[in-house]
C-alpha cells in the first residue's frame, strides 16, 4: 500500500544510537514545536535535571560523557517524533489518526540505545521510565568502561568471515555488524589495536579507531548488563502496538508479534532479556534491515539526530533501492507537510 506521499510501504522507524549526538541537536524542533518542547521539558523534570541545557548549549566534553550522551539522544528522537506526528507527517499509534503522510510502521527498530527509543515509540515503555533507564544505562556502561578499560575500532571493506579470524586471533569480539563490511570490533585496547594491525594486512580499506568510554556490546560490559537486568526488574513493560526488531537476533522478538497470545510476565522476561543481552552481545544491524526488507518493507524512516543509519539501509538494500526519509529537525518534517 502506498502512502499519501506516494513512497511504497510496509514501513519501518528506525532510531539511532551513541555517536549521533551534537550540541545544539533539537533545539529547532524544541522552537518551533510546542509537542517537541513538552519532551524536553518532560524529560528534564523525569531526570530531576536539565539535560536539555546541556543538549542545547553544551559542552561539548560534556555531552559527550555516556551518561548524557544516551538519554540525550532518546529524548532528541522522542522530540522528532513527536513534532512529526504534530505535523502530520506520521501516525500517533500503530494505525493512522486521519492521514498521515506516510504509513504507520510495520517494524520498529533502534541501533544500540535506540532500541529503548523503539520500545518507547511502540508502546511498550513508558517514556519517563525509558529516559530515567538509558540514564542508567549510559552510567553503567561508563562505570564498566572503567573497571575494565577497553575501546572499539570501525574495520572497513573485509567480510564478517575474516574480521571472526581477525578477532579469534587478537582476543577481539565483533561489537557491531552494521553492514556487510562495516564491522566495527572491541576488547582491551591492546586486543583492539592488534586486531586494527591484522585486519589491514588481511586487506581492510581502512580500519579506524573510535572514541568511545568502553568496548560497548562486548563481553567486557557484562557487569553492566547484570546490574542492568536488576534496573529493568524494577520497571514494567507492554505488549507494543508494532513488532521490534531485536539488535542480539536481528529478528521479531516473537512476544511483540501481533496476536502472540503471550502473558505480561513472558513479554517483560523477553524484553529484559534483550536489553540486557545487547549490551554485551553483538549488534546484528545488517541481519535486522535484511529481516525488514525480506518481509517487503520498502520505506525506511530514521527519527532523530543524524542520518548514519539511512546511509546503512542504503548500503544494505543496494538492490531493493528502499526509500530512506530523515527526519532529524524541523527543516526536514516541514519539507514534508
Not at 528534564?44 to 548524557?68: C, K, V
Not at 505535523?87 to 510502521?105: H, K, Q, W
Not at 534483550?274 to 549490551?279: N, T
Amino acid at each position: 500500500m502506498a502512502s499519501a506521499s506516494g513512497a511504497p510501504g510496509p514501513t519501518a522507524w528506525l532510531f539511532p544510537g551513541q555517536g549521533a549526538q551534537h550540541v545544539g541537536m533539537g533545539r529547532d524542533l524544541y522552537d518551533a514545536f510546542p509537542e517537541a518542547r513538552a519532551v524536553y521539558e518532560r524529560a528534564d523534570a523525569a531526570l530531576d535535571r536539565p539535560l536539555s541545557s546541556i543538549i542545547f548549549d553544551g559542552p561539548e566534553d560534556e555531552l559527550l560523557q555516556t551518561i548524557n550522551a544516551q538519554p540525550a539522544i532518546l529524548i532528541t528522537s522522542l522530540a522528532c517524533l513527536a513534532a512529526a506526528q504534530a505535523a502530520g507527517i506520521l501516525p500517533r499509534a500503530s494505525r493512522a489518526d486521519g492521514a498521515p503522510a506516510l504509513e504507520p510502521p510495520s517494524y520498529v527498530a533502534g541501533h544500540s540505545l535506540g532500541e529503548y527509543t523503539a520500545l518507547v515509540a511502540s508502546g511498550a515503555l513508558d517514556a519517563d521510565a525509558g529516559v530515567r533507564l538509558v540514564q542508567k544505562r549510559g552510567r553503567l556502561m561508563q562505570q564498566a568502561g572503567e573497571a575494565a578499560p577497553g575501546t572499539l575500532a570501525a574495520i572497513l571493506g573485509l567480510p564478517e568471515e575474516d574480521v571472526t579470524s581477525v578477532c579469534r586471533e587478537a582476543g577481539a569480539e565483533i561489537c557491531n555488524v552494521n553492514a556487510a563490511t562495516q564491522i566495527v570490533v572491541g576488547g582491551t585496547r591492546a586486543a583492539v589495536a592488534r586486531a586494527m594491525d591484522l585486519a589491514a594486512a588481511r586487506g581492510a580499506r581502512r580500519a579506524i579507531p573510535l572514541k568511545v568510554s568502553g568496548a560497548f556490546h562486548s563481553s567486557l560490559m557484562q557487569p553492566a548488563a547484570d546490574r542492568m537486568l536488576a534496573e529493568m526488574n524494577r520497571v514494567s513493560f507492554q505488549k507494543p502496538a508494532t513488532p521490534i526488531v531485536a539488535n542480539v537476533t536481528g529478528r521479531v522478538i516473537e512476544c511483540t508479534l501481533p496476536g502472540a497470545a503471550e502473558t505480561a510476565g513472558a513479554i517483560n522476561a523477553a524484553l529484559r532479556t534483550e536489553l540486557a543481552q545487547q549490551l554485551q552481545s553483538t549488534v546484528r544491524w545488517e541481519q535486522s534491515v535484511l529481516f525488514m526488507l525480506e518481509e517487503g518493507v520498502r520505506t525506511f524512516v530514521e527519527i532523530g539526530p543524524g542520518r548514519v543509519l539511512t546511509g546503512l539501509v542504503k548500503t544494505i538494500g543496494r538492490r531493493q533501492r528502499p526509500t530512506l526519509l530523515t527526519l532529524n529537525g524541523a527543516e526536514a518534517i516541514q519539507a514534508l507537510r
